[in-house]
Nanobody
Framework: QVQLVESGGGLVQAGESLRVSCAAS????????MAWFRQTPGNEREFVSA????????FYRNSVEGRFTISRDDDKNAVYLQMNSLQPEDTAVYYC???????????????????WGQGTQVTVSS
């Protein structure tokens, strides 16, 4: 049984930093592309960042490029999203996702991912 468990969300002020984590179990983590998506009420889930199984390919949505950093630790079966210079528009529930199919390039579409976590709330106050 695959489980993805996010943690590290919270309430911060604009300009501050936060790191969210995702602990994975039940899958061959070293072969999985991992990604972060986020969602606000009434809106579709949107892509934030993705990292390939090898760690060599990384993508970000334009609005977080230069502020967010995705990383993975294959020894801990974990993926992280370091978020700096947070803005109120970053407020959302952040979801971790896994694509265990060892894709050549990590997808930016939610349909590419087979497994999802329950999400962690990130709230940025102005």
């Amino acid at each position: 049984q695959v489980q993805l468990v996010e943690s590290g969300g919270g309430l911060v002020q604009a300009g501050e930093s936060l790191r969210v984590s995702c602990a994975a179990s039940g899958l061959a983590f070293r072969r999985a592309a991992m990604a972060w998506f986020r969602q606000t009420p009434g809106n579709e889930r949107e892509f934030v960042s993705a990292i390939s199984w090898s760690g060599r390919s990384i993508f970000y949505r334009n609005s977080v490029e230069g502020r967010f950093t995705i990383s993975r630790d294959d020894d801990k079966n974990a993926v992280y999203l370091q978020m700096n210079s947070l803005q109120p528009e970053d407020t959302a529930v952040y979801y971790c996702a896994a694509d265990p199919k060892m894709p050549n390039s990590p997808g930016t579409d939610a349909r590419s991912y087979d497994y999802w976590g329950q999400g962690t709330q990130v709230t940025v106050s102005s």
